[in-house]
């Protein structure tokens, strides 16, 4: 189609919003034909058909409210002739590539072998390293929790959970490893604890933020930081695990942070029941508020003409389908506010101090591609859909 279509599947509700985007609607009157596996657009003799996905059915018969919209397009709202497919299990999604996103619960299993990338540029951080237990963290205000329960003095106030030889401890932005070690690559180590010439003269007694993180040496990318002496922390957004028996497979930055981000959230607010996410830097700062609207999105877009591509692509062709004109993909929808340069600071504050708020750690580099990540996709989308009360609405797909 000239000007591509946007798809948005509820399928808790199996509902779906249509948009066939267009800047410009011809004079002669457009014909929009709705069948269960297609889209038809005809308009002056020419007629633009669209195939929808596999597993994608419309019931065109319950097509109502088709109205349009000066800068959207056509908006059409109908039901689905019955549920659609997980994408991960039985859609066709496309640009879906490999299985490293998955979330770590699901990769990490005791007794097997796996081998750490950077994800910015493939090298090997560890090399073959096998663990007899993969354990979760309690959630950050455990201790906290512990001394409202308690009668006493709170008895793990002096323990420390950090990981033994052969451990590794999950968390919900993060995973942490023992340093000690052998299974480091010894011919060239790519990871490092920064070293910094800058100490504070007052507070020489302190150690330097800069001296914890631990840096890739090849592409000097931040992967994670230095807990104690024998700790390590690595940020899922920064590491790739995969099997022994595998090989690395690259995947596109912007695309591993959205999908990493979003099964964080889904997994926050399905276990959790928490929907308010902060989204702080490892420099203590808020870069983002993040309201999870709903996690049962199924997205499927075209991107029509080259003309339109530029506008309605996020991060230009990498978040479209490799092949065939129609992407499909699982997605959260959010709503969002940027903090940076003090912006909705009285709003940060107060998230920060609601118990109901939940934070996300990652490195303050990510923290600022991911809120570039949320403005493209907001400006993908069609004018009317941008913004909801005063947050901006935006998708990350998985």
């Not at 919003?17 to 069948?35: C, F, K, N, Q, Y």
């Not at 790519?190 to 010439?197: A, D, F, I, L, P």
Request: net charge neutral; charged share 20%; glycine share 6%.
């Amino acid at each position: 189609m000239a000007g591509g279509f946007l798809l948005e599947i509820r399928r808790r509700t199996q509902s779906a919003l249509l948009v066939i985007r267009g800047a410009d609607l011809p004079s002669a009157p457009v014909d929009v034909t709705v069948a269960a596996d297609r889209l038809e657009v005809s308009s002056g003799g020419s007629c633009e058909v669209a195939a929808l996905p596999t597993g994608v059915r419309l019931a065109p018969s319950s097509c109502r409210g088709l109205r349009h919209l000066p800068g959207d397009g056509l908006h059409l709202r109908m039901r689905l002739s019955r549920p659609p497919p997980d994408a991960g299990l039985g859609c066709d999604c496309r640009n879906r590539k490999h299985d490293s996103v998955f979330t770590l619960r699901e990769s990490l299993k005791p007794q097997r072998n796996y081998v750490f990338y950077c994800q910015s540029c493939g090298d090997i951080i560890v090399k073959d390293r096998k663990f007899l237990r993969v354990l979760p963290l309690p959630s950050e205000n455990w201790s906290a929790l512990v001394e409202e329960w308690c009668c006493h003095p709170n008895p793990f106030a002096r323990s420390t959970l950090h990981p033994q030889h052969a451990d590794c401890f999950l968390g919900d932005t993060f995973f942490l490893l023992n340093s000690g070690n052998k299974s480091h690559v010894s011919e060239s180590p790519v990871c490092c604890s920064e070293t910094g010439h800058h100490a504070s003269e007052s507070g020489s007694n302190l150690k330097s933020k800069e001296n914890t993180r631990v840096i890739c040496k090849r592409c000097k990318t931040m992967l994670g930081e230095t807990v104690s002496p024998d700790t390590i922390k690595y940020y899922v957004t920064e590491v790739i695990i995969q099997p022994s028996e595998g090989s690395f497979t690259a995947t596109p930055r912007s695309q591993f942070i959205q999908s990493m981000v979003a099964q964080c959230l889904v997994e926050l607010s399905s276990t959790k029941s928490t929907f308010r996410f902060t989204v702080e830097g490892d420099d203590g700062k808020i870069y983002i508020l993040i309201w999870v609207l709903n996690s049962d999105t199924l997205l499927v877009e075209s991107s029509g003409s080259s003309s339109s591509h530029s506008v309605f692509a996020l991060f230009g062709d990498i978040s479209m389908p490799s092949s065939g004109p129609v992407g499909t993909w699982n997605a959260v929808k959010v709503l969002y506010q940027p903090c940076i340069k003090s912006r909705n600071k009285d709003l940060a504050d107060t998230w920060e101090n609601d118990i109901g708020v939940h934070p996300l750690k990652f490195p303050s580099e990510t923290c600022l591609e991911l809120l570039l990540i949320l403005g493209l996709s907001t400006n993908s989308l069609p004018p009317s859909l941008r913004c909801m009360n005063s947050f901006q609405v935006a998708f990350l797909k998985m």
